[in-house]
T-cell receptor, first 116, second 111 residues
Framework: DADVTQTPRNRITKTGKRIMLECSQT?????MYWYRQDPGLGLRLIYY???????NKGEISDGYSVSRQAQAKFSLSLESAIPNQTALYFC???????????????FGPGTRLTVL | GENVEQHPSTLSVQEGDSAVIKCTYS??????FPWYKQELGKRPQLIID?????GEKKDQRIAVTLNKTAKHFSLHITETQPEDSAVYFC??????????FGKGTSLLVTP
């Protein structure tokens, strides 16, 4: 089945380290997103990309950067991790071409990141 | 930008009762309103959505209503079952733009 995958699934790192979270999809979707989830705060958008040459900041982009290496790959980087970036990170995809379902988002399994 | 408020943050019901979760949005241009369910340790998954040209949509035990004038929409779950226990998120967007999510409602259905 076509899916959205994330690596790593869990990561513990130290303050100041550079971290990359990777997202791949076999759905053939053009749009990809990165969210972070914190208890009581819901899903907050970090960055999104509507195609390979398009990158947009979301609600909470400070401290993060992204790279859309190909239609199927979208990476999130923390250049210098800090403890308040400890969270569950989700990648998601959507397909503009889907009839009547252009906004439905399909989520990856999540990456649990802990910054000590 | 769009702001989505969701209430209540927690909801406990007895099995068989109905559950209602409400959301309001701020951007009158929003025209797509999905609901996602996230079970413990799992990824969010779409359970139902509604577009602005429709006032109500049903799928078995779940339904969503939309009041565009008041800018609010609601999720209704009837005959709740323990497996309905999860966190539910509402969201809003203007077609072609990213989703803006509410903060979530933790629903507990007790036998």
């Amino acid at each position: 089945d076509a899916d959205v995958t994330q690596t790593p699934r869990n990561r513990i790192t130290k303050t100041g380290k550079r971290i990359m979270l990777e997202c791949s999809q076999t759905k053939g979707h053009d749009r990809m997103y990165w969210y972070r989830q914190d208890p009581g705060l819901g899903l907050r958008l970090i960055y999104y990309s509507f195609d390979v040459k398009d990158i947009n900041k979301g609600e909470i982009s400070d401290g993060y950067s992204v790279s859309r290496q190909a239609q199927a790959k979208f990476s999130l980087s923390l250049e210098s991790a800090i403890p308040n970036q400890t969270a569950l990170y989700f990648c998601a995809t959507s397909d503009l071409r889907a009839q009547g379902a252009d906004n439905e988002q399909f989520f990856g399994p999540g990456t649990r990141l802990t910054v000590l | 930008g769009e702001n989505v408020e969701q209430h209540p943050s927690t909801l406990s019901v007895q099995e068989g009762d109905s559950a209602v979760i409400k959301c309001t949005y701020s951007d009158s241009a929003s025209n797509y309103f999905p609901w996602y369910k996230q079970e413990l340790g799992k990824r969010p998954q779409l359970i139902i959505d509604i577009r602005s040209n429709v006032g109500e949509k049903k799928d078995q035990r779940i339904a969503v209503t939309l009041n565009k004038t008041a800018k609010h929409f609601s999720l209704h779950i009837t005959e709740t079952q323990p497996e309905d226990s999860a966190v539910y998120f509402c969201a809003a967007s203007n077609s072609g733009y990213a989703l803006n999510f509410g903060k979530g409602t933790s629903l507990l259905v007790t036998p």
